[in-house]
């Protein structure tokens, strides 16, 4: 670790990937910059840990499709071991009638696959994908621009968001409806308009739940599953990789380029409060009490943590610490880990030795009933009874990360809320949770239980307490309408300044939300270096 200064132009809390990219463009902006990790490794939740021997686990994410390539390029991240490795076929959805679907980038793969349920969707998934793709084009630009706001309009930006308004003119007067349909209306009503085939719906819905405590007919999950397929793998449109090495690999690459560009990086040193002097940041205190000066802290965390936790009541206005007690975190993830000494034998596709079925996302959920299902436990306080489960096995495509002949999967879990009903906690459920989950894979696997040698399972609770996830929110905050765009994180507050001078965010609470992605941190930087504090 490097030596601590007493002071420097920036400090950077958290050293989770936008933390990391933060730190990263303002040290190119020629800032000295320290960043300030609680955990013992950088990364925050896109993380590789060696939880078992020889098995290197991605904690909380998983794979990887969001993150900017753009910020890929500029950091030169492939210099220090940023690797996607893509998966084809993409995702594998068995069913209890033995029946399977396979989707994926091979577009006469979707073709025949779909068909096996439907010829009318397997017509339609084409022109499905060719929308998104025009979608993509209005919105996918406006991730990496400060939102508008419409309550203090600026030249500047009236300039910019005109320009691209002209820019896209023809688009948003065609597109205009199903654009207001993706931000606004559910996932089962926009499925619905374009399918009919239930297998085919549910495995395109689960996208749209993700870390969220909202069910596939919840208004606003057009867009959260729209959010999940602007993405590429190594130039691939829509299509997920898995980080060489785990996602480890993105955050370790990020943390190489930091260190490259000057930035000092302290694991193992949590923030305990922001020091503020006449109504601006100075800087911050460590839990170990010592005092590092900056004119700028920039602040991966969360608001919750960050202006109830890190800053004290009298820095800030009373109606904005009103309004950061209004965002909602509710969240129903729960992340499972499994050492296998073998792959899954599924009934619906035979076989140990690795195949197609085991290269992609396999989702346990086998029609649009079954999610309805497990939402309803959640809004009932009760962890699902049938969950949805989205399972990988990333050492089929990538064997580093477990012991020779031996496999890892991540599972991803929908739906365990933070808050559970009847007096139960998480920490007397998270083993009965584990073990449902693990029953109802084996319902498709059956050796699959058999096949555990290590377990690892991480609620809503353990997200808040290990990763300072506020309600074991991976998104830092619900991704709803009425809390993005301008509305993330608050009103008024969308630019990544906050009313006390010096401070700013630059986490998956701001614009554009969570996934790892990166550009919240860029845009961050951007409005701290035309600052120039």
Same mark, same amino acid.
């Given at each position: 670790?490097?030596?601590?200064?007493?002071?420097?132009?920036? /400090?950077?809390?958290?050293?989770?990937?936008?933390? !990391?990219?933060?730190?990263?463009?303002?040290?190119?902006?020629?800032?000295?910059?320290?960043?300030?990790?609680?955990?013992? /490794?950088?990364?925050?939740?896109? $993380?590789?840990?060696?939880?078992? %021997?020889?098995?290197?686990?991605?904690?909380?994410?998983?794979?990887?499709?969001?993150?900017?390539?753009? &910020?890929?390029?500029?950091?030169?991240?492939?210099?220090?071991?940023?690797?996607?490795?893509?998966?084809?076929?993409?995702?594998?959805?068995?069913?209890?009638?033995?029946?399977?679907?396979?989707?994926?980038?091979?577009? @006469?793969?979707?073709?025949?696959?779909?068909?096996?349920?439907?010829?009318?969707?397997?017509?339609?998934? %084409?022109?499905?994908?060719?929308?998104?793709?025009?979608?993509?084009? &209005?919105?996918?630009?406006?991730?990496?621009?400060?939102?508008?706001?419409?309550?203090? =309009?600026? /030249?500047?930006?009236?300039?910019?968001?005109?320009?691209?308004?002209?820019?896209?003119?023809? !688009?948003?007067?065609?597109?205009?409806? @199903?654009?207001?349909?993706?931000?606004?209306?559910?996932?089962?009503?926009?499925?619905?308009?374009?399918?009919?085939?239930?297998?085919?719906?549910?495995?395109?819905?689960?996208?749209?739940?993700?870390?969220?405590?909202?069910?596939?007919?919840?208004?606003?999950?057009?867009?959260?599953?729209?959010?999940?397929?602007?993405?590429?793998?190594?130039?691939?449109?829509?299509?997920?990789?898995?980080?060489?090495?785990?996602?480890?690999?993105?955050?370790?690459?990020?943390?190489?380029?930091? #260190?490259?560009?000057?930035? *000092?990086?302290?694991?193992?040193?949590?923030?305990? #409060?922001?020091?503020?002097? *006449?109504? #601006?940041?100075?800087?911050?205190?460590?839990?170990?009490?010592?005092?590092?000066?900056?004119?700028?802290?920039?602040?991966?965390?969360?608001?919750?943590?960050?202006?109830?936790?890190?800053?004290?009541?009298?820095?800030? %206005?009373?109606?904005?610490?009103?309004?950061?007690?209004? &965002?909602?975190?509710?969240?129903?993830?729960?992340?499972?880990?499994?050492?296998?000494?073998?792959?899954?034998?599924?009934?619906?596709?035979?076989?140990?030795?690795?195949?197609?079925?085991?290269?992609?996302?396999?989702?346990?959920?086998?029609?649009?009933?079954?999610?309805?299902?497990?939402?309803?436990?959640?809004?009932?306080?009760?962890?699902?009874?049938?969950?949805?489960?989205?399972?990988?096995?990333?050492?089929?495509?990538?064997?580093?990360?477990?012991? %020779?002949?031996?496999?890892?999967?991540?599972?991803?879990?929908?739906?365990?809320?933070?808050?559970?009903?009847?007096?139960?906690?998480?920490?007397?459920?998270?083993?009965?949770?584990? *073990?449902?989950?693990?029953?109802?894979?084996?319902? +498709?696997?059956?050796?699959?239980?058999?096949? $555990?040698?290590?377990?690892? /399972?991480?609620?809503?609770?353990?997200?808040?307490?290990? +990763?300072?996830?506020?309600?074991?929110?991976?998104?830092?905050?619900?991704?709803?309408?009425?809390?993005?765009?301008?509305?993330?994180?608050?009103?008024?507050?969308?630019? +990544?300044?906050?009313?006390?001078?010096?401070?700013?965010?630059?986490?998956?609470?701001?614009?554009?939300?969570?996934?790892?992605?990166?550009?919240?941190?860029?845009?961050?930087?951007?409005?701290?270096?035309?600052? *120039? =504090?």
């Amino acid at each position: 670790m490097p030596d601590l200064q007493p002071s420097y132009d920036a /400090v950077v809390v958290g050293a989770g990937h936008n933390g !990391l990219v933060t730190a990263a463009y303002l040290a190119k902006g020629g800032k000295k910059v320290a960043v300030f990790e609680k955990r013992n /490794v950088e990364g925050g939740a896109a $993380v590789t840990e060696e939880r078992w %021997p020889g098995y290197r686990v991605s904690s909380l994410s998983y794979v990887n499709s969001l993150f900017r390539p753009e &910020i890929v390029k500029e950091l030169e991240l492939k210099k220090f071991g940023y690797e996607m490795l893509p998966r084809s076929p993409s995702s594998f959805t068995p069913l209890p009638d033995g029946r399977h679907l396979l989707l994926g980038p091979d577009k @006469e793969l979707c073709r025949s696959e779909i068909a096996k349920f439907s010829a009318k969707d397997a017509a339609a998934y %084409p022109r499905y994908e060719e929308r998104l793709e025009e979608i993509s084009a &209005i919105l996918e630009p406006l991730l990496t621009k400060t939102p508008i706001d419409p309550g203090d =309009l600026s /030249v500047s930006s009236l300039l910019e968001y005109g320009g691209f308004a002209l820019g896209h003119r023809k !688009l948003l007067q065609d597109r205009w409806p @199903e654009l207001v349909r993706f931000l606004t209306g559910s996932a089962t009503d926009l499925l619905d308009r374009w399918f009919e085939s239930d297998v085919l719906k549910a495995t395109l819905a689960t996208d749209a739940v993700i870390g969220a405590n909202a069910g596939p007919g919840t208004p606003g999950t057009a867009y959260v599953l729209f959010h999940h397929v602007m993405g590429e793998c190594n130039g691939a449109r829509g299509v997920w990789g898995y980080m060489k090495g785990g996602m480890g690999g993105l955050t370790q690459s990020l943390a190489g380029a930091c #260190r490259a560009l000057g930035v *000092d990086i302290f694991v193992g040193a949590p923030v305990a #409060r922001v020091l503020t002097e *006449d109504g #601006r940041v100075r800087g911050v205190v460590l839990a170990d009490g010592r005092e590092v000066r900056a004119s700028v802290v920039a602040s991966n965390a969360d608001p919750n943590v960050t202006f109830n936790r890190l800053v004290e009541a009298k820095d800030l %206005p009373p109606e904005f610490l009103r309004d950061v007690s209004r &965002i909602s975190y509710d969240s129903a993830s729960v992340k499972i880990n499994l050492a296998l000494s073998e792959l899954p034998d599924f009934k619906a596709c035979p076989g140990k030795t690795a195949g197609p079925q085991h290269r992609g996302t396999i989702h346990i959920a086998p029609g649009m009933a079954y999610l309805d299902r497990a939402y309803a436990d959640s809004v009932a306080g009760r962890w699902s009874r049938d969950p949805i489960l989205e399972c990988t096995i990333p050492s089929v495509v990538d064997p580093s990360v477990a012991p %020779p002949g031996k496999h890892l999967m991540n599972i991803f879990v929908q739906y365990g809320p933070y808050k559970l009903a009847d007096g139960k906690t998480w920490d007397t459920e998270r083993e009965a949770f584990g *073990d449902r989950c693990l029953e109802v894979l084996g319902q +498709y696997a059956p050796n699959l239980p058999g096949a $555990v040698l290590h377990r690892q /399972v991480l609620t809503p609770l353990d997200m808040e307490r290990e +990763y300072s996830l506020t309600g074991g929110s991976i998104h830092q905050g619900r991704m709803s309408l009425d809390q993005m765009f301008n509305m993330r994180p608050l009103p008024g507050w969308s630019d +990544y300044r906050t009313p006390l001078a010096g401070l700013y965010l630059c986490g998956a609470s701001c614009h554009p939300g969570g996934g790892v992605m990166g550009a919240a941190g860029l845009n961050a930087a951007r409005t701290i270096l035309g600052d *120039d =504090l």
